[in-house]
């Protein structure tokens, strides 16, 4: 019964060729988030939704989009993968509120060839 | 800037030692601190907050703003408590979470 879930849990894309992420949540949570993780290194916050507003993290490359076509779906969108976008890619969902807990999903890892 | 930082990269001990994994932050007002786990394979989930005040598997951490901490304690290691822990820091004004660096802990038999 999970609650946050993403498609899929592997994917592989060549250098340049965009690729999209997806999200789905059964939580009815108003916050959507996108997080990167690299190997041995704490998850990085690229940007999130709260309801239909968009949030973009300062130092996320202008590569990486983002869509929430309704509250349960949010995607990933990276237009050019290079090779250092190779990366464990954690969406995350919480209630409004800054003591709300993010539930996470079991992420998809993104190999670049 | 808020900012988490946890010093060890990786904490190993023995089954039933005590463990204490270290957890300091900057922030310039009163934040709300978080610990997650991640056990091997597994997504990342929340262990605990210290608004809770709350002892989950029987680990607790306690708030010192005096030292700016947020250690996380368990008075006995169990192997399944093997996994990479994050501290975690929001700010009242919003739902950003910035993580620490994270420390593996693992526990030998």
């Known amino acids: 019964d999970a609650m946050v879930i993403q498609n899929p849990r592997y994917q592989v894309t060549q250098f340049g060729k965009p690729v999209t992420l997806s999200c789905s949540q059964t939580l009815n949570h108003n916050v959507m988030y996108w997080y990167q993780q690299k190997s041995s290194q704490a998850p990085k916050l690229l940007f999130h939704y709260y309801d239909k507003d968009f949030n973009n993290e300062a130092d996320t490359p202008d590569n990486f989009q983002s869509r929430r076509p309704n509250t349960s779906f949010c995607f990933l969108d990276i237009r050019s993968p290079g090779l250092g976008d190779a990366a464990m890619y954690l969406c995350?969902?919480?209630?409004?509120?800054?003591?709300?807990?993010?539930?996470f999903g079991d992420g998809t890892r993104l190999s670049i060839l | 800037a808020q900012r988490v930082t946890q010093p060890e990269k990786l904490l190993s001990v023995f089954k039933g030692a005590p463990v204490e994994l270290k957890c300091n932050y900057s922030y310039s007002g009163s934040p709300e601190l978080f610990w997650y786990v991640q056990y091997s394979r597994q997504r990342l989930q929340l262990l605990l907050r210290h608004i809770s005040r709350e002892s989950i598997k029987g680990f607790t951490a306690d708030l010192n703003k005096g030292e700016t901490s947020f250690h996380l304690k368990k008075p006995f290691a169990q192997e399944e408590d093997s996994a990479m822990y994050y501290c975690?820091?929001?700010?009242?004004?919003?739902?950003?979470?910035?993580f620490g660096g994270g420390t593996r802990l693992m526990v030998k038999p």
């Open positions: 995350a969902t919480s209630r409004a509120g800054s003591n709300q807990p993010q539930h």
């Open positions: 975690a820091l929001i700010s009242r004004a919003g739902n950003m979470l910035t």
